[in-house]
């Protein structure tokens, strides 16, 4: 199924898009700003709603505050739930978010806006749960979109995925608007895009292996991604740090602090 993208930048779009919104969906998220966290800004949301194949990107920059608060019934649409806003569909229990790494997003989602995120799946931690061996160490979505979609993209696909990542990364690193430039530059959009796209495979890849593992697995993921929401909304999170490296499992943890200092010289 072709993926629809549509921008979200007006209250009239942001009426429609909850209107319509799917009673059954699951949300892949993600979020993109400066310095994103509770010290920082949050710019765009990206959601891709699945099975639907729509991707959306809600203008947070333009909209405001208003992009959690307006609500279908403001275009006179009467709509029967607790999820007619957007932060009432961040914090809907029924409907999962999926993301990779959670943290930072939630922290700048309950710091900036008082958004609580709910029934968060972190595919960061799934991979982490997945791997066989060694589980000191978190991994990246760059790496896993190359290394563990081989057959589902081509590799010219994962190429241009990767250039464009590449490009955004090394724009972000001189300019400190970069998500807040409107119109939306094409780059930009792709980019965004291309953060959610690919997560419903990369789930669906994990999941596979745990249930052909060890099954209880699966319920630690759920645990450890709620604890991260949790940890997230403290007073005392960190949204940096060369402690957010590490999983939450590895018996050898302080092995691997050990090993991480000496690899970057500390």
């Not at 909850?18 to 969906?25: I, K, Q």
């Not at 505050?65 to 806003?85: Q, V």
């Not at 081509?154 to 190429?159: I, L, N, P």
């Not at 596979?208 to 940890?231: A, I, M």
């Amino acid at each position: 199924m072709a993926t629809t993208v549509r921008t979200i930048s007006t209250p009239p779009d942001l009426w429609a898009f909850l209107a319509a919104f799917p009673s059954t969906t699951t949300i892949y998220l993600d979020l993109e700003g400066t310095n994103l966290s509770r010290r920082g800004t949050l710019s765009i949301i990206t959601m891709l709603l699945h099975p639907q194949s729509e991707v959306y990107l809600i203008d947070v920059a333009t909209l405001g505050s208003a992009a959690f608060t307006e609500s279908a019934s403001d275009a006179g649409i009467a709509k029967p739930s607790t999820s007619c806003t957007l932060k009432g569909i961040l914090e809907d229990s029924s409907i999962q978010k999926c993301l990779w790494d959670v943290r930072n997003d939630a922290d700048a989602l309950w710091s900036l806006y008082g958004v609580k995120l709910a029934n968060v799946l972190d595919i960061q931690l799934l991979e982490n749960a997945s791997r066989p061996g060694d589980k000191t160490f978190l991994r990246g979505l760059d790496k896993c979109v190359q290394c563990d979609l081989q057959p589902q993209m081509t590799w010219s696909q994962r190429r241009d995925w990767a250039q464009t990542k590449q490009d955004v990364s090394s724009l972000m690193r001189t300019s400190t608007d970069l998500f807040d430039q409107r119109p939306m530059p094409s780059r930009i959009i792709d980019y965004c895009v291309g953060d959610v796209l690919h997560l419903p495979a990369l789930r669906s890849k994990y999941e596979q292996k745990l249930l052909f593992g060890q099954t209880g697995w699966l319920v630690r993921v759920d645990q450890e991604s709620e604890n991260r929401l949790v940890e997230a909304r403290s007073p005392g999170y960190q949204p940096h740090g060369r402690q957010k490296a590490f999983g939450p499992w590895s018996d050898g943890r302080a092995d691997g602090v050990r090993r991480w200092m000496r690899l970057n010289g500390q």
